[in-house]
């Protein structure tokens, strides 16, 4: 076992600028838990002797060997950590040492314990939002459908991209018109954050609607499989829904009437990206314009958004 420690000093002209720092410095490395392998522990600690030759803050991490600490130092979740944290340090000392493996001691033991049932506290509470977000929405219970999001909360889909509040207007029109969309929910991975949290959860979007077929016009239905990328922050104490962005990994098309022979516009169906291609082709069909750019499965678009997300965990300003 090579234990890892890390001290510094932390920039800032006034009290609260070095603790807004500090608080950066926590949120950033925090986010490396579960990211580095070989990174068994890791904990920050905030100076509290207020002695003025202490160093501001301290990093203690153990990593499982020589190996996995050398690798730590140019993994790119490291990389980025160090990015973001480039202005903040103004003095550096680092200590790494061979120690022994083994049951911690029992106060940091009942911390990290205490640490772990908030966070799953957390995960249990912001899966319940993205559960009701589910069954409201899709039970047309509009009024509880709002609770769930934050009051600068955006969706963005293939079809409709903006707040909220326009969300659910436009969404209530559709039904008016007979839009059957409907979502079915998997399983989910949730990271904490302080008060932030990005969840991802696995989803279907199933829509119903009329295509071509060769004898005529066929009602069919298209399900696209993917996931539900969440942005997610505490407001007023609850978890809210601050930024929804799916990922759309794969779909298909099926009759709803097996015998029906479909007949669709190939090179229009061509056209539309792969991940979301029939969905987006019956959307066009009923008169919605379609988003070119959405995340899918691989790409850059997909890996540009979990950089995002990381850098917003991290506690850097979403970018929408």
């Not at 800032?12 to 990211?35: V, Y």
């Not at 399900?223 to 930024?243: A, N, P, Q, S």
């Not at 169906?269 to 995340?295: C, S, W």
């Not at 979990?306 to 979403?318: D, S, V």
């Amino acid at each position: 076992m090579i234990k890892h420690i890390v001290m510094w000093n932390i920039r800032g002209d006034t009290p609260e600028a070095k603790a807004a720092g500090i608080a950066k410095l926590q949120r950033s490395f925090e986010s490396l838990r579960g990211r580095i392998p070989g990174l068994v522990h890791l904990e920050i600690g905030v100076d509290a002797s207020q002695v003025d030759y202490a160093c501001d803050v301290v990093l203690y991490s153990e990593f499982d060997n020589q190996a996995a600490l050398d690798a730590y130092a140019s993994h790119p979740e490291h990389l980025r950590v160090k990015g973001e944290l480039a202005d903040l340090r103004i003095a550096r000392h680092q200590v790494d040492y061979e120690g022994p493996s083994g049951p911690r001691p029992a106060h940091t033991t009942r911390r990290q314990s205490m640490n772990d049932k908030t966070d799953m506290d957390s995960e249990l509470l912001i899966r319940q939002m993205v559960e009701r977000w589910a069954v409201w929405r899709d039970a047309g219970d509009w009024e509880r459908f709002a609770t769930v999001w934050h009051p600068d909360g955006v969706m963005m889909a293939t079809w409709f991209q903006g707040p909220f509040a326009d969300f659910i207007r436009v969404t209530k029109e559709g039904w008016a018109k007979g839009v059957s969309i409907l979502h079915f929910l998997g399983g989910s991975a949730v990271e904490v954050a302080g008060e932030r949290a990005i969840a991802q959860t696995k989803m279907t979007i199933s829509q119903r609607g009329m295509v071509e077929g060769a004898d005529g016009p066929v009602l069919c239905d298209v399900v696209c499989t993917g996931r539900f990328y969440d942005f997610v922050e505490k407001h007023d104490g609850r978890w809210k829904l601050l930024h929804r962005q799916p990922i759309y990994e794969k779909d298909r098309i099926d009759p709803v009437d097996a015998s029906a022979s479909l007949k669709l516009d190939a090179q229009a169906l061509a056209a539309f990206p792969e991940g979301y291609r029939h969905l987006a082709y019956i959307q066009t069909r009923i008169g919605y314009t379609v988003k070119l750019d959405m995340p899918m499965l691989k790409g850059p678009v997909v890996e540009e958004l979990y950089r995002r997300g990381a850098r917003w965990l991290a506690g850097g300003p979403l970018e929408r």
